[in-house]
């Protein structure tokens, strides 16, 4: 059964000032005040790209109010608890990046545990969608240490929660506070499969991760043309900042070009690569690196 989570605009605003003006009215604000301050420096952290201490804001609070968080109803604290996830898998990559391997697989553990369904304070829906994001990462990182097989059953178990709670285009528009979007994830699978050398696979692949972003550009033009530029935010809920490539079609119809050359259907490789610099040029420009041709393959996934 999912939660119903009650309106949290003033229970985590950053402006403590005004949580303070109203706690004498709800004696919830007083309790949950500990965690809205930690969330507050948690943004601010990530922001300025210091994910370790982010992270041990979030998990410095929940163990200094653990009394508290025990007796707290079920997904009250759903904010935070989204939060810590996303803090986690960024941590875990940036852990993998630097080469501590070790590390990397211990946050990610971490990433895990929030994310397992016996935890009740944070939604079903966002709950399932930190998991597939958590599965996808790890399907990376044992990519990223030559174990292709190991990597190809998390990325498989990332599939099965998009495809059984239907985390497709429209409701990954919705996900974008987690950095998550579907075809990523086939995205990564086209590459795995690719490597491994089963080039059939990773074609269907390549063609669901078109599917899905071809859909959430249709649904983003639907939302902007019914409710002007200026409020497209309300068509889902605001997203942290997060850097790094967005998935593009242009990389998307790239690696169909690239599979269908292992498969010697030259044709079609060649309608992909047109296809590819036409919609480089519409989504980047003319003067990107990729519609120049230096670096479209960069986006082949993990």
């Not at 009215?25 to 300025?48: G, H, K, M, N, Y």
């Not at 919705?174 to 075809?183: D, G, K, T």
Request: include cysteine.
């Amino acid at each position: 059964m999912d939660c119903a989570v009650p309106p949290e605009s003033a229970l985590f605003s950053p402006d403590t000032s005004k949580m303070e003006s109203i706690e004498a009215e709800d004696p919830r604000i007083t309790l949950l005040r500990p965690f809205a301050v930690a969330e507050s420096s948690f943004v601010q952290l990530t922001r300025q790209d210091k994910h370790t201490e982010a992270v041990a804001v979030l998990e410095t609070v929940l163990r200094r109010e653990q009394h508290t968080v025990r007796r707290m109803r079920p997904c009250l604290l759903t904010s935070l608890f989204e939060r810590l996830a996303i803090g986690y898998n960024t941590l875990a990559l940036h852990m993998l990046q630097d080469g501590h391997t070790d590390q990397a697989l211990r946050v990610f553990a971490k990433a895990e545990a929030v994310t397992d369904p016996a935890n009740h304070h944070i939604t079903r829906g966002a709950r399932l969608i930190l998991r597939a994001v958590t599965y996808n990462n790890l399907g990376c990182f044992y990519k990223t240490l030559g174990k292709l097989h190991t990597a190809l059953g998390y990325l498989r178990k990332a599939l099965q929660i998009e495809a059984r709670e239907q985390l497709s285009a429209s409701a990954a528009m919705a996900a974008e506070a987690y950095a998550f979007n579907p075809s990523t994830t086939h995205t990564n699978m086209c590459a795995l499969l690719s490597e491994m050398g089963d080039h059939q696979q990773a074609v269907i692949h390549a063609k669901t991760a078109l599917m899905i972003l071809k859909q959430q550009r249709k649904d983003l033009g639907s939302c902007t043309s019914k409710q002007g530029l200026q409020e497209v935010s309300e068509c889902g809920p605001p997203p942290l900042p997060v850097k790094g490539p967005k998935p593009l079609i242009c990389t998307a119809f790239f690696n169909l070009a690239c599979e269908y050359e292992h498969l010697r259907k030259e044709s079609e490789a060649m309608e992909a690569y047109l296809r590819a610099y036409e919609f480089a040029l519409d989504e980047l420009g003319l003067h990107h690196s990729l519609v120049l041709g230096k670096g479209l393959g960069d986006g082949r996934g993990c």
